[in-house]
């Protein structure tokens, strides 16, 4: 089904310069698409300016646990949507979008079979195939990788297969996970869990599952959980990174409290030529907050916020010349 949409500019200032702008709102075109993966269907959404001829489509691949297409989570209170907004920003510049919900997640919540069998690499294989779909698709010049928060991770093992122009690290992490995960559980545990942590931490790091843990870490160390686990640890950001051939962009917030702007930098340096946006003030949710963390709490759950405006600029010219 599509459906039409008109939004003014509603980030015209950061839009000016080398994007084109239009004094009138531009005509929006929504269509819902479907992924068939074997016996699992996978459900998105394609957003593209009604009047641009053959324009370049962005993956945009959510981040981690149940986030759906529009970067909301199950898990949090209320929306921020984060990615619809990042998809409308888009489009306003000419680039169209496919966002979609990952395998257990909202519409396609029915694909996820359970949760011991899910590895990381199914997500990547998913993120491939959406790649493969649109790139397939005569509609547009060419398909681009836009991977937010864990997303990114998913994205670069995607674009490494070769149907991508040009790649996006969002907010994305420059480290494997186990250690993004030790260094944000560093001074949060109470004195009698952190040896175990540790243990349990590089049993995963090994590859070996671990039958014994304490309740208090069951919800990040559950048997269930284990094997993804393991899958996602094998995965080094910026060793990945450094084997594609595509144009690259690093985009980081300077108030992000989930990825510091140390993962962005490593990640420019493990690939040379890359292009590294810091974008001053924007938080995880591409919104502008300072680190307060009482403002950073509220922006998770609060539509309303545009995003940062110095985000979509820079973001939208890196594409445009990529392709």
């Known amino acids: 089904m599509q459906r039409r949409h008109c939004l003014g500019l509603l980030a015209a200032p950061a839009l000016l310069g080398a994007i084109a702008t239009r004094a009138a709102p531009i005509e929006l075109l929504e269509q819902d698409l479907t992924l068939e993966r074997g016996a699992?269907?996978?459900h998105g959404s394609l957003l593209r300016p009604a009047q641009a001829h053959k324009p370049l489509v962005a993956l945009i691949i959510a981040g981690s646990g149940p986030t759906d297409r529009d970067g909301n989570s199950a898990g949090l209170p209320g929306r921020n949507d984060s990615l619809k907004l990042l998809a409308q920003g888009l489009a306003q510049a000419g680039i169209a979008s496919l966002r979609y919900d990952k395998r257990g997640v909202g519409a396609s919540a029915a694909a996820m079979t359970t949760e011991a069998e899910l590895r990381f690499e199914h997500y990547a294989d998913d993120a491939t195939a959406w790649v493969e779909l649109l790139a397939r698709d005569t509609r547009f010049s060419g398909v681009a990788i836009i991977g937010h928060s864990e997303g990114a991770t998913l994205g670069l093992l995607a674009a490494q297969r070769g149907k991508a122009k040009a790649y996006v690290s969002l907010a994305g992490p420059g480290r494997p996970a186990a250690e993004a995960l030790r260094a944000q559980l560093e001074g949060k545990l109470p004195s009698a869990l952190i040896?175990?942590?540790?243990?349990?931490?590089?049993?995963?790091?090994?590859?070996?599952?671990?039958?014994?843990?304490?309740?208090?870490?069951?919800?990040?160390?559950?048997?269930?959980?284990?094997?993804?686990?393991?899958?996602?640890?094998?995965?080094?950001?910026?060793?990945?990174?450094?084997?594609?051939?595509?144009?690259?962009?690093?985009?980081?917030?300077?108030?992000?409290?989930?990825?510091?702007?140390?993962?962005?930098?490593?990640?420019?340096?493990?690939?040379?030529?890359?292009?590294?946006?810091?974008?001053?003030?924007?938080?995880?949710?591409?919104?502008?907050?300072?680190?307060?963390p009482s403002r950073q709490r509220a922006s998770y759950s609060d539509p309303s916020m545009p995003l940062a405006p110095e985000l979509l600029k820079p973001l939208a010219l890196f594409l445009t010349d990529a392709v």
């Open 40 to 42: 699992q269907r996978l």
């Open 195 to 292: 040896e175990r942590n540790e243990q349990i931490l590089q049993a995963l790091q090994r590859g070996d599952t671990v039958a014994d843990v304490p309740p208090p870490l069951a919800a990040l160390y559950r048997p269930s959980v284990q094997p993804y686990l393991i899958s996602w640890f094998r995965v080094d950001p910026a060793r990945e990174i450094a084997r594609l051939t595509i144009p690259v962009a690093v985009v980081q917030g300077t108030t992000d409290i989930q990825v510091a702007v140390d993962d962005a930098k490593r990640l420019a340096a493990a690939r040379p030529g890359s292009a590294l946006h810091l974008i001053e003030g924007m938080n995880h949710v591409l919104k502008a907050v300072p680190a307060d």
